[in-house]
């Protein structure tokens, strides 16, 4: 059964960083694009980042960009996601998906190109 599990998130004060990471069980990551995505209360899930199935490109999103590093560790089965300096702004329920995409080197941060999602993990940036 394949299976995303996120994990790494919590409470954080304004300016402060959290690694999350996505592991993945039942399946190995290293044919998968992976993504990251975000939906805070009340609004739609949109995307974060995202890394290509060989580690060769990446994407963020424009509020992420410069403070948010995604990472992927395929002898882990793991992908990270490093968020420094974090906002208000950057609460939400985080949630990584995969999608089968061999020997592509592109991502997309388009919520509805990935077949498989994790159950998400709270980040709440607050003093």
């Known amino acids: 059964q394949l299976q995303l599990v996120e994990s790494g998130g919590g409470l954080v004060q304004p300016g402060g960083s959290l690694r999350l990471s996505c592991a993945a069980s039942g399946f190995t990551l290293n044919n998968y694009r992976i993504g990251w995505f975000r939906q805070a209360p009340g609004k739609e899930r949109k995307g974060v980042s995202c890394i290509s199935s060989s580690g060769g490109s990446t994407n963020y999103e424009d509020s992420a960009e410069g403070r948010f590093t995604i990472s992927r560790d395929n002898a882990k089965n793991t992908v990270y996601l490093q968020m420094n300096s974090l906002k208000s702004e950057d609460t939400a329920v985080y949630y990584c998906?995969?999608?089968?995409?061999?020997?592509?080197?592109?991502?997309?941060?388009?919520?509805?190109?990935?077949?498989?999602w994790g159950q998400g993990t709270q980040v709440t940036v607050s003093s």
């Open positions: 998906a995969a999608q089968y995409a061999p020997l592509r080197n592109w991502c997309t941060v388009v919520a509805n190109s990935y077949d498989y």
